[in-house]
């Protein structure tokens, strides 16, 4: 009997580990080919290289301007990321602990816009940040961030704040710490573990994020993000699937290796923010 | 007396500066981009002309009337939404059974079945069109398999098909991570009592494990059905809507009618509606979900 599900076990273990390098096989086709010269893609996807063929790297690199790209993407998921912090941190420690009929609308004001889908204000959204100057600048896009993403950050905060003791505000309070002084000595210290939740969250949002860089670059070229130059190259280059595929190796690559070394970190965030959220 | 009243000020001063910035920001790119949203949206105009002209409800009426490209991006969305947050939840769940197992290799298991959900839903897109279009043609010369021959983004019924399967994929992982994580707060000496009193698998999975399960199947199909009426990147970047206009869903008839028809008017009207009903669908949603909850 103990053997036999022992021997069971095994079979279950050896059908996933296939199942889950078969999932991965559109990945693995992906990172081949983008070492392939344009007649081997053509000939056969699924042989691995004869030789590899760095020239797409160097070309697709300097074409699409790289370098500038990555720190695009770094600018706008930074200002975003520290905005969305600071402003929601803030904001739900004051709501958490103000118990006020304002202090309550207020709150709901702040969370209820998560049921409002971009595609319903896209239009709008683009032509304010064009009125207010920022949509052409990587600066400007991430400070756009900073109100798509405070709604669920207020909400996640909040939440949190509650379950810390009144007593711990009061006992600063004594030690004559007040305002700005008291938050981010002593509280903000304590949100450690949603403030990482919500950066994990934030980050590959704001990294992966299409529709909102698309409109804006309309206002400007030097807004461009990774998936937005990827988009566009393999627009322009709808039959050299070699380039293309190594344009999509450049634009997920810091995603694939930022998730291998903060693995546990990612998947706990996520599942923590879904929870909450 | 003074003292207090000087403590109180500082009270409200201080509420003010610690909320004005956050309700800046959302107002900013919520609350007055949907003013101005409802105020198009009785409009016609297509963003050159100075003025829109006021129109009344003529684009919600022209919408509804006879409208057929709104018409099947709606069916399109409806049907694709309710398939999607069936099969991805259950397929979810089975993994997740499979993997709180404590396989030897669960770890690896659970992260392969993440990675596609940290990608770019516009690049899984491309990815994948790489795959129909050229993958499949070597996978069909190497396998002789009928399956690899299909148009898979080229036939209406097909395309549609694929769209869901490459949503599921990209997104598996997320609804997986969740489930298991709900499976490890089933305890564990609940369902060894099941198995001493005689419960087969089955019956320990319909009767203990889904029920325990079911804030996680809540948070779930709820970011499931969020996720799914919005879907727009990933049709983009694989079919483009095609083949002849058959998979467009409603945010990309929004995006099309906005951007690339510059209906502006027209475009925010259908925006609108679209909002409705992410309203109404949120609302009756979590009103069912949680009075199921409690009886669990």
């Not at chain 1, 007593?167 to 509280?187: C, K, M, N, W």
Request: charged share 10%.
């Amino acid at each position: 009997m103990k053997t036999q599900s022992k021997s069971s076990r095994i079979i279950i273990e050896v059908v996933m580990v296939i199942l889950s390098l078969l999932f991965l096989y559109p990945l693995f086709l992906t990172i081949i080919n983008s070492f392939k010269s344009f007649g081997e893609v053509m000939t056969d996807v699924i042989a691995l290289p004869k030789q590899l063929v760095f020239s797409n790297y160097t070309y697709v690199w300097q074409f699409i301007n790289y370098p500038k790209l990555f720190m695009n993407n770094m600018v706008i998921t930074t200002i975003g990321l520290l905005g969305i912090v600071f402003v929601s941190s803030i904001a739900a420690y004051k709501l958490a602990r103000t118990k006020s009929k304002w202090s309550g609308i207020l709150y709901f004001l702040c969370i209820m816009p998560m049921l409002i889908p971009f595609q319903s204000i896209m239009l709008t959204v683009l032509q304010i940040s064009k009125n207010i100057g920022l949509s052409e600048s990587t600066w400007g896009l991430g400070v756009l961030y900073w109100g798509f993403g405070a709604p669920l950050a207020v909400f996640i905060y909040h939440g949190f704040v509650k379950g810390i003791p009144m007593e711990i505000d009061e006992s600063a309070t004594i030690d004559g710490a007040s305002g700005f002084r008291l938050f981010f000595s002593v509280i903000f210290p304590l949100l450690k573990s949603v403030t990482t939740t919500i950066v994990i969250i934030d980050v590959m949002w704001i990294w992966n994020d299409f529709l909102l860089p698309l409109l804006m670059v309309n206002g400007s070229p030097d807004t461009k993000t990774l998936t937005l130059a990827a988009y566009t190259f393999v627009g322009q280059y709808t039959s050299d699937w070699q380039y293309a595929m190594t344009a999509m190796v450049m634009a997920v690559l810091p995603s694939i290796v930022v998730f291998i070394f903060l693995q546990k970190y990612i998947v706990k965030g996520v599942v923590a923010g879904a929870v909450k959220g | 007396m003074l003292k207090t009243l000087g403590r109180k000020w500082r009270e409200k001063m201080e509420f003010g500066i610690f909320t004005l910035p956050v309700l800046i920001c959302i107002a900013v790119a919520f609350y007055i981009p949907f003013a101005m949203t409802i105020r198009y949206s009785m409009t016609k105009w297509n963003g050159i002309s100075k003025n829109p002209v006021f129109v009344g409800f003529d684009n919600f009426k022209q919408i509804f009337m006879g409208d057929t490209n709104f018409a099947d991006s709606a069916w399109f969305t409806i049907k694709y939404a309710v398939l999607y947050i069936i099969l991805v939840n259950m397929l979810a769940i089975l993994l997740a059974i499979v993997l709180d197992m404590k396989l030897r290799t669960t770890s690896w298991l659970r992260a392969a079945f993440f990675v596609p959900y940290i990608l770019s839903l516009v690049i899984v897109g491309f990815i994948w069109k790489f795959i129909f279009m050229q993958g499949f043609s070597s996978l069909s010369a190497s396998t002789g398999w009928g399956m690899f021959d299909l148009s898979w983004l080229g036939t209406p019924g097909l395309a549609f098909i694929s769209i869901l399967a490459v949503s599921i994929w990209q997104s598996i992982g997320f609804y997986l991570v969740i489930y298991i994580a709900g499976l490890q707060s089933v305890p564990e000496d609940l369902k060894e009592a099941a198995t001493v009193d005689g419960a087969g698998p089955f019956r320990k999975f319909f009767s203990i494990t889904l029920p325990l399960l079911a804030p996680s199947i809540t948070i779930s199909v709820f970011m499931a059905l969020t996720n799914s009426i919005k879907v727009f990147d990933v049709i983009l970047s694989l079919t483009g809507g095609g083949p002849g206009g058959t998979t467009y869903s409603v945010a990309y008839d929004i995006y099309r009618d906005t951007f690339q028809n510059n209906l502006y008017g027209y475009g925010t009207a259908k925006a609108l509606i679209l909002f409705l009903a992410v309203l109404v669908v949120t609302i009756i949603q979590l009103s069912i979900f949680k009075r199921r909850e409690v009886e669990a």
